[in-house]
């Protein structure tokens, strides 16, 4: 299967700062997403971005497939991002959805 | 108006015994799956279904035996549960089985004792 690595494993920040996560991933991509999961155990949908740049109020994600890595962004973070960041690629297998170890973050006020 | 919905939420049982646990979708996808989420939060595909047929099953126990009754819905049944079942169990769908978004229901935290 795909390999999917995700840097770092832990991020503790200081509400107000900005980050950067990573998703390094081993196969051609047909679909990517990122995922929180929040401390409730919901897995909320990101972002959908196979490729190119999205962006959602203070978060934002590029793919850059032909390298084979995703970046999160999140910025200004708040109480509420904390939580697991999760990416997922399907690959050249259609249907399964590889998911990475994740991040965890924390934002401390 | 829960896209994806799972019930139930939370499920405590004996070791040896036999559950269920259901998965609706209002989205008007084609294909439903069950994940799997470990200890350690790590995800893993168990079973795909596209239009109510099968079309991936992971190196996943015989105990476990998914149905669809219709496109709508997707249940797992897990015979004779062991303590290593425990995990959280996700229910998802999307639109085709490749190349389009998933969405995720809440879970179903089963604790085996």
């Not at chain 2, 350690?40 to 992971?58: C, P, Q, R, T, V």
């Not at chain 2, 105990?63 to 004779?80: V, W």
């Not at chain 2, 079942?85 to 935290?109: H, I, K, L, M, N």
Request: charged share 15%; glycine share 8%.
């Amino acid at each position: 299967g795909i390999q999917v690595e995700q840097s770092p494993p832990d991020l503790i920040l200081q509400e107000g700062a900005n980050s950067t996560l990573r998703c390094n991933f081993s196969d051609s991509v047909n679909n990517l997403q990122w995922f929180h999961q929040n401390p409730w155990g919901q897995l909320i949908n990101l972002f959908y971005i196979p490729s190119g740049t999205k962006q959602n109020g203070r978060l934002s994600a590029t793919t850059v497939a032909t390298e084979r890595y995703s970046l999160l962004y999140i910025s200004s973070s708040q109480t509420t991002d904390s939580g697991v960041y999760f990416c997922a690629i399907e690959g050249s297998t259609l249907g399964r959805l590889y998911f990475g170890r994740g991040t965890q973050l924390t934002v401390w006020p | 108006d829960t896209a994806v919905s799972q019930t139930p939420k939370y499920l405590v049982t004996q070791m040896g015994n036999d559950k269920s646990i259901k998965c609706e979708q209002n989205l008007g996808h084609d294909t439903m799956y069950w994940y799997k989420q470990d200890s350690k939060k790590f995800l893993k595909i168990m079973f795909s279904y596209n239009n109510k047929e099968l079309i991936i099953n992971e190196t996943v126990p015989n105990r476990f035996s998914p149905k669809s009754p219709d496109k709508a819905h997707l249940n797992l049944h897990i015979n004779s549960l062991e303590l290593g079942d425990s995990a959280v169990y996700f229910c998802a769908s999307s639109q085709d089985p490749g190349g389009t978004e998933a969405f995720f229901g809440q879970g179903t935290r089963l604790t085996v004792v």
